[in-house]
């Protein structure tokens, strides 16, 4: 029958069981602190990484919509100087009304823009483009300046017997009359609507004709703020990004959001509206950002350079845009965060299950090397309890050596 343990026994056991712990808790901590600190750099450089990706993306993203503004908006100002050019030299005779007509209908057949057209400063006006009638040619003759004559061109923009007539307010009174007229220059005119067709906004490039400094016409290019959100919705930004154009008020000059820039009043009338009115949340997210940034309020155009902001919901670039007819926009590239950071956070998580398993297998490597050690240590206390003094020395000797392998 074995005799139960004395004291000294149990003492020596747990001295033994701790003496384990004290070897393998210390190398489980250095395994767990490695494996964090490992996970928190990869964490770091992974959104050091991310967010100067999405700079160069976005970056590359702004200069792709503005070199697309650049080409679109250089392009009507160019038409423009090409028909005062041929106005002025008497290549087109402005008084043939007609002839102009067909001349404006075969350039809207060329380039995408909504409207071509003259007026001169007795009210008389011949556009053509996509009006009430799509490919019209219009025609207000001298003296019946309030009066429209809306033909159906043929296949070769030759005017045809079918015809709209109507009534109109004098377009000498029209922003892209006007406003060509006081600056005696080539401009862009704030948006507006046409008085004959509320249901859209409009700016126009503008150049005047003139002879001995005097305004005596304008010819101009028509652009519809839809048209605009039309070329933003092609340019792809990230999965669910979106282009917001503003004008220095911070009303909405265009976006790719897919909704008209604008909304009808109660009469039909397209109104302007800012950004805050499109109803989607990454805009609201982006506003909410910038006014954190900028202050609420701030005039975005007034920047001088691009802007780059961000937090745990959206990037956000911010370039203004300006040319030397009168543009002054700034152009928000926006991107939710969840664009970038999805591919971050599987990475994440591979990294925590990495991690994970190498932490498991570390500790049960350690426990596996403590009972190795602590198994040698264990027939030493046995051999102490059972052999005198000298003899166990001289087992020692030889023995320590075989218990240690």
């Given at each position: 029958?074995?005799?139960?343990?004395?004291?000294?026994?149990?003492?020596?056991?747990?001295?033994?069981?701790?003496?384990?712990?004290?070897?393998?808790?210390?190398?489980?901590?250095?395994?767990?602190?490695?494996?964090?600190?490992?996970?928190?750099?990869?964490?770091?450089?992974?959104?050091?990484s991310?967010?100067?990706?999405?700079?160069?993306?976005?970056?590359?993203?702004?200069?792709?919509v503005?070199?697309?503004?650049?080409?679109?908006?250089?392009?009507?100002?160019?038409?423009?100087?090409?028909?005062?050019?041929?106005?002025?030299s008497?290549?087109?005779?402005?008084?043939?009304?007609?002839?102009?007509?067909?001349?404006?209908?075969?350039?809207?057949?060329?380039?995408?823009?909504?409207?071509?057209?003259?007026?001169?400063?007795?009210?008389?006006?011949?556009?053509?483009?996509?009006?009430?009638?799509?490919?019209?040619?219009?025609?207000?003759r001298?003296?019946?300046?309030n009066?429209?004559?809306?033909?159906?061109a043929?296949?070769?923009?030759?005017?045809?017997?079918?015809?709209?007539?109507?009534?109109?307010?004098?377009?000498?009174?029209?922003?892209?009359?006007?406003?060509?007229?006081?600056?005696?220059?080539?401009?862009w005119?704030?948006?507006?609507?046409?008085?004959?067709?509320?249901?859209?906004?409009?700016?126009?490039?503008?150049?005047?004709?003139?002879e001995?400094?005097?305004?005596?016409?304008?010819?101009s290019?028509?652009i519809?703020?839809?048209?605009?959100?039309?070329?933003?919705?092609?340019?792809?930004?990230?999965?669910?990004?979106?282009?917001?154009?503003?004008?220095?008020?911070?009303?909405?000059?265009?976006?790719?959001?897919?909704?008209?820039?604008?909304?009808?009043?109660?009469?039909?009338?397209?109104?302007?509206?800012?950004?805050?009115?499109?109803?989607?949340?990454?805009?609201?997210?982006?506003?909410?950002?910038?006014?954190?940034?900028?202050g609420?309020?701030?005039?975005?155009?007034?920047?001088?350079?691009d802007?780059?902001?961000?937090?745990?919901?959206?990037?956000?670039?911010?370039?203004?845009?300006?040319?030397?007819?009168?543009?002054?926009?700034?152009?928000?590239?926006?991107v939710?965060?969840?664009?970038?950071?999805?591919?971050?956070?599987?990475?994440?998580?591979?990294?925590?299950?990495?991690?994970?398993?190498?932490?498991?297998?570390?500790?049960?490597?350690?426990?596996?090397?403590?009972?190795?050690?602590?198994?040698?240590?264990?027939?030493?206390?046995?051999?102490?309890?059972?052999?005198?003094?000298?003899?166990?020395?001289?087992t020692?000797?030889?023995?320590?050596?075989?218990?240690?392998?």
């Amino acid at each position: 029958m074995r005799s139960p343990r004395n004291p000294s026994q149990r003492k020596k056991k747990g001295k033994l069981i701790r003496l384990q712990w004290i070897i393998i808790i210390p190398f489980v901590c250095q395994i767990f602190g490695v494996v964090s600190i490992i996970g928190y750099v990869s964490h770091r450089s992974g959104q050091r990484s991310i967010n100067n990706l999405s700079n160069q993306l976005m970056t590359k993203t702004s200069d792709k919509v503005t070199n697309t503004l650049d080409e679109y908006f250089q392009q009507a100002q160019e038409i423009n100087q090409l028909n005062q050019r041929l106005i002025t030299s008497g290549f087109l005779e402005p008084n043939n009304l007609e002839q102009l007509g067909t001349y404006f209908w075969q350039q809207q057949q060329t380039y995408d823009f909504n409207y071509f057209s003259y007026g001169n400063g007795n009210g008389e006006f011949v556009g053509a483009g996509h009006g009430k009638i799509d490919n019209e040619i219009s025609i207000i003759r001298s003296p019946e300046i309030n009066t429209i004559y809306r033909y159906q061109a043929d296949n070769q923009g030759n005017l045809t017997d079918e015809y709209l007539e109507e009534y109109i307010p004098n377009i000498n009174c029209e922003p892209w009359f006007t406003e060509a007229e006081v600056q005696k220059r080539a401009v862009w005119t704030h948006p507006y609507h046409w008085t004959e067709m509320p249901s859209d906004l409009y700016i126009s490039a503008s150049t005047p004709i003139l002879e001995d400094n005097q305004v005596v016409g304008v010819v101009s290019v028509d652009i519809s703020l839809s048209k605009i959100s039309d070329i933003l919705q092609q340019i792809r930004v990230g999965n669910a990004g979106k282009i917001v154009i503003l004008n220095e008020s911070g009303s909405l000059v265009a976006s790719s959001h897919g909704q008209p820039p604008f909304r009808f009043n109660e009469q039909g009338v397209a109104q302007r509206i800012t950004p805050s009115d499109i109803g989607d949340t990454t805009v609201d997210s982006a506003l909410k950002l910038i006014d954190q940034s900028q202050g609420a309020g701030y005039n975005l155009t007034e920047l001088t350079e691009d802007l780059f902001l961000y937090d745990s919901e959206v990037f956000v670039k911010i370039t203004p845009y300006q040319d030397n007819y009168g543009l002054n926009f700034a152009i928000l590239t926006i991107v939710p965060t969840q664009d970038f950071t999805a591919e971050l956070q599987r990475n994440l998580e591979n990294t925590f299950v990495i991690s994970f398993l190498t932490f498991i297998s570390a500790a049960f490597i350690s426990i596996f090397t403590t009972k190795k050690i602590s198994q040698p240590l264990s027939r030493l206390l046995k051999l102490m309890k059972i052999l005198p003094e000298e003899i166990l020395l001289n087992t020692l000797k030889k023995t320590i050596p075989t218990l240690l392998k």
